[in-house]
């Protein structure tokens, strides 16, 4: 069965304090990883895509990467501003369907 | 803001009542997509139309439809609703259905059903 894990739930950090969020997949061929941010109240605003296990995309203060199971999103020396929930999404050979975690909230104290 | 505009903001109806939720695509954008988002299941995808003609289709109920128009607006019919639809509705938008294309969200739909 095709899904998307993302961990952890919800983490707080310090402004500055660096760390990781994870996306864990299991898919019927992926033809693409995506993360994107979500506002409270707005829809989701892309950030990546990663299409082969070995990439990776840098985008400001956020660094994306892929193997062949999971994702990972650095974030590196956070602000307050990054605060939202990111989700991580894949979309599958087969059917073409697009699959996405519950995400992961975070929050950066100043 | 990205483009995508969907009407109406908010909706509250009641059970057995039918609704149709909006979506114009950033302009250019041929591929359009529905998903539904609650609290407890995240975001799931509904349905593509590429050019008005449907490339995808994921966990769609058979009470709810939709089509995408010659302009590429596109509409989505919920009929027969339950109190289980009551989530927010986002659609999307991306320049091609080719794979792997980024997709630019609207700021949804939120579907109240009393």
């Known amino acids: 069965e095709d899904q998307v894990t993302q961990s952890p739930e919800a983490l707080r950090l310090q402004e500055g304090e660096s760390s990781s969020l994870n996306c864990s997949y299991t898919?019927?061929?992926?033809?693409?990883l995506f993360w994107y941010r979500q506002d409270p109240g707005k829809g989701p605003e892309f950030l990546f895509t990663l299409y082969s296990a070995g990439e990776e995309k840098e985008k400001e203060r956020l660094k994306a990467t892929l193997t062949k199971k999971e994702s990972f999103l650095h974030i590196t020396a956070p602000k307050p501003e990054d605060s939202a929930t990111y989700l991580c999404a894949v979309q599958a050979r087969l059917g073409n369907q697009f699959y996405f975690g519950t995400g992961t909230s975070l929050t950066v104290i100043p | 803001d990205s483009g995508v505009t969907q009407t109406p903001k908010h909706l509250i109806t009641a059970t057995g009542q039918r609704v149709t939720l909006r979506c114009s695509p950033r302009?250019?954008?041929?591929?359009v997509y529905w998903y539904q988002q609650s609290l407890d299941q995240g975001l799931q995808f509904l349905i593509q139309y590429y050019n008005g003609e449907e490339r995808a289709k994921g966990n769609i109920l058979e009470r709810f439809s939709a089509q995408q128009f010659p302009d590429l607006h596109s509409e989505l019919n919920l009929s027969s609703l339950e109190l289980g639809d009551s989530a927010l509705y986002f659609c999307a938008s991306s320049v091609e259905g080719r794979y792997g294309q980024p997709q630019h969200f609207g700021d949804g739909t939120r579907l109240s059903i009393l």
């Open positions: 898919v019927s061929g992926l033809r693409g």
């Open positions: 302009s250019g954008d041929l591929s």
